[in-house]
């Protein structure tokens, strides 16, 4: 029907069992949601224990996603909380909303999700110029900072027993580094500075279960997996043996090719010879 249209139920985008929208504001560039706790309640993050002894309430200003080519800012009325535990030293606890809003963030969780994911795609730099075309404020740096804490968060990688060894370049000719991979998970454990025998000889030394090493066919690695896993099983890679495949076929190639090479034309008794250039493959 022409004019019908559906509305949105804006407090569905929020956690409406802890938050209330108290107001909605809106100029040309902005929309300002005004909202408030409505905990009761809040676990304390150092002991554990839930307290319902209500401290104090503070204001948050914290930007979330844009909607439709507007800037989102959040003032959060938020509720502080003292820990009942005598044995606790913690005083007041700042609730958090959780997976949408953590601690002294200053974006929501969904917000620093884009974030993430865009800087991942593109650079830290480069992130920050598209968001504020979006209309999310933050610098470059800021950036770095949320990629490294969201890093940090992650759990621990298992090593397992079959890992996998390479080199890989930060900058051709300039910095290299060693990535070590879970070979079952196909999940990156760790990477280490520089490519030499020395950076994998300390990491191997504080993992000697490992049984099964895939490798590049380079000594380097080799020597080093020798001396200090002397009973796992080192295997070429298929990556590398493919690679070294193709550099064998290639140079044979080229080594049995003539220089000349004649190329007959329909109805034409002499056949033109066509100069080979030298690396032709
Ligand atoms: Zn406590």
């Keep these: ?55 104090g309430t503070y204001m948050r200003k914290v930007q979330d996603l844009p909607i439709l080519g507007k800037r989102v800012q959040l003032e959060i009325c938020s509720h502080e909380y003292k820990c009942m535990n ?31 994911t865009l800087a991942l795609e593109t ?46 370049a930060y900058k051709k000719r300039h910095a290299y580094g060693t990535i070590i991979v879970n070979e079952k998970t196909h999940e990156p454990i760790t990477l280490l500075d520089g490519r030499n025998a020395a950076t994998l000889r300390e990491w191997l030394r504080n993992h000697k279960n490992i049984k099964v090493v ?16 002397p009973d796992a099983m080192q295997v070429a890679d298929r990556f590398h043996l493919h690679q070294n495949l193709l550099e064998v076929i290639k140079k044979a190639l080229n ?13 034409q008794s002499t056949a033109i010879e066509e100069p080979c250039k030298k690396n032709r493959i």
Aim: glycine share 4%; proline share 4%; net charge neutral.
């Design 1 to 55: 029907m022409p004019g019908s249209h559906s509305s949105l139920c804006i407090d569905s985008f929020y956690p409406e069992t802890e938050l209330k929208i108290t107001e909605i504001q809106q100029d040309k560039k902005q929309i300002l949601i005004r909202m408030k706790s409505i905990s009761k309640k809040c676990k304390c993050p150092k002991c554990g224990c839930i307290t319902d002894k209500y401290h």
């Design 86 to 116: 005598n044995e606790c030293d913690v005083m007041t606890i700042a609730e958090t909303f959780d997976r949408f809003l953590n601690t002294y963030s200053r974006m929501t969780e969904r917000c620093a999700d884009f974030i993430c």
């Design 123 to 168: 650079s830290c730099e480069g992130c920050a110029r598209i968001c504020k075309a979006l209309g999310i404020k933050i610098s470059g740096d800021t950036v770095i900072r949320l990629l490294l804490k969201r890093y940090e968060s992650l759990p621990v990688p298992e090593v397992g027993d079959v890992i996998g060894v390479d080199d890989f």
């Design 214 to 229: 895939t490798r590049d066919r380079a000594s380097t690695y080799a020597k080093v997996i020798s001396e200090e896993l």
């Design 255 to 267: 080594h049995e090719l003539p220089a000349t090479v004649s190329i007959p034309h329909v109805g």
